[in-house]
C-alpha cells in the first residue's frame, strides 16, 4: 500500500482537481489491466470513448489518458473548447491515439472536418478504433508532416507517445515513413479556413512549420505547441527558432494558469529545460483573450 500512496502522491502533482479517491482508484484499475495486458475502454470528451492498450512498463501517454483524462493538457482542451466551434476545420499534426481529434470532432460536428496526421502504423489503427467505438468522423492523414517530401526513419519507442524522427536512447524499432509539407497538403484540401492547429510532434515541430509558411501566413489559425526543449535539441533545433516564426507574424503567445483556470499571456522563457504546452494566438484573438471577452 506504501506503494500506491507515494506514486498517489507523484502523479497527483500533475491532476490536482482530480479528488484523490478517484485517482487512486483509476490508478488501481490500470496497474490491474498493465498486469494482464488487457485494454482498458474509459470516456473522454462529452460523447468520446477511447480503447487504450495496458502494456506491462508503459508509462506514457495511454497511462496518463487513462489516469488524468478531463484534466489531461488543460490548454490544449480549453483551445479546442474556445477556438472551435461547429462547422470548423482542425489540424491534429501528431494525433497519436486521438485523443485530441475527437475532441475536435466532437467541437466541429456534423458540418466541420478534423485532419489527423499520424505516420506510426499502431498509433494509426488505435486512431481509427478509437474514432469509429466514438463516431466520429476523421480523416486520418497516414504519414508525418516536415520540411520536404521524401521518405524519413521514424524511431519508435517503448512509450507510443513519444514516436520522433531522432533516436531515443530506448528505440524498439525503427521504420520508413512518408514526409510531405503541410503547405502542400492544405492545398490539396482545398485551402481551408482551418480554426485551430494541435502540433506535438516530439522535437520536429520546427520541420513542419519551416513546411507550413505559405499556410500559416494565409490562415493565421490558432496553434497549441508543445515546446520540448530535449527533443527540439536532439532534432538540432532551439525553442527561440520556433517561437520566432510565431513572432513574425505577430502571434502572442499564451500557456495555463492553474490558480486562474485559464489562458494567460506568457513571456517566453528559454532558460527552462521543461516541457510545456503554449498556446499561439494570432493577434485579434489575443486582444480579446486578454481583454477577457
Not at 480549453?78 to 499534426?93: K, L, T
Not at 463516431?135 to 486520418?140: A, D, L, Q, S, Y
Not at 524498439?172 to 481551408?192: A, I
Not at 520540448?228 to 527561440?240: D, S, V, Y
Request: overall charge negative; charged content about 20%; proline content about 5%.
Amino acid at each position: 500500500m506504501g506503494d500506491y500512496r507515494r506514486q498517489l502522491r507523484e502523479i497527483s502533482v500533475q491532476a490536482p482537481t482530480i479528488p484523490l479517491p478517484l485517482l487512486l482508484w483509476r490508478l488501481v484499475r490500470w496497474k490491474i489491466l498493465r498486469g494482464m495486458n488487457g485494454y482498458g475502454t474509459v470516456p473522454v470528451h462529452v460523447s468520446s470513448r477511447m480503447r487504450l492498450h495496458a502494456r506491462s512498463g508503459d508509462h506514457g501517454i495511454r497511462t496518463s489518458i487513462f489516469l488524468f483524462r478531463e484534466a489531461y493538457e488543460p490548454s490544449v482542451r480549453f483551445a479546442i473548447d474556445s477556438f472551435v466551434g461547429p462547422g470548423s476545420v482542425c489540424y491534429d499534426i501528431g494525433a497519436n491515439q486521438g485523443l485530441w481529434s475527437l475532441r475536435m470532432a466532437e467541437r466541429a460536428g456534423p458540418h466541420g472536418q478534423v485532419f489527423a496526421f499520424e505516420p506510426i502504423p499502431d498509433n494509426i489503427s488505435s486512431l481509427q478504433a478509437n474514432a469509429a467505438l466514438s463516431g466520429c468522423v476523421i480523416g486520418i492523414c497516414a504519414f508525418a508532416l516536415g520540411d520536404r517530401e521524401g521518405r524519413v526513419d521514424m524511431h519508435l519507442p517503448h512509450d507510443v507517445g513519444s514516436g520522433s524522427l531522432a533516436a531515443h536512447g530506448d528505440d524498439t524499432e525503427v521504420t520508413s515513413v512518408e514526409m510531405r509539407r503541410l503547405d502542400d497538403v492544405w492545398r490539396s484540401h482545398g485551402c481551408p479556413d482551418v480554426s485551430l492547429v494541435k502540433l506535438d510532434v516530439e522535437g520536429a515541430e520546427l520541420l513542419v512549420l519551416k513546411g507550413a509558411s505559405a499556410f500559416l501566413a494565409q490562415v493565421m489559425p490558432v496553434v497549441c505547441c508543445e515546446i520540448n526543449p530535449e527533443r527540439l535539441a536532439a532534432m538540432g533545433a532551439k525553442p527561440i527558432e520556433l517561437a520566432e516564426i510565431f513572432i513574425r507574424l505577430s502571434y502572442r503567445t499564451f500557456a495555463w494558469d492553474e490558480q486562474k483556470n485559464t489562458l494567460v499571456e506568457w513571456e517566453i522563457d528559454f532558460s527552462r529545460d521543461s516541457n510545456i504546452d503554449v498556446v499561439f494566438l494570432p493577434p485579434a484573438i489575443a486582444a480579446a483573450q486578454r481583454d477577457g471577452t
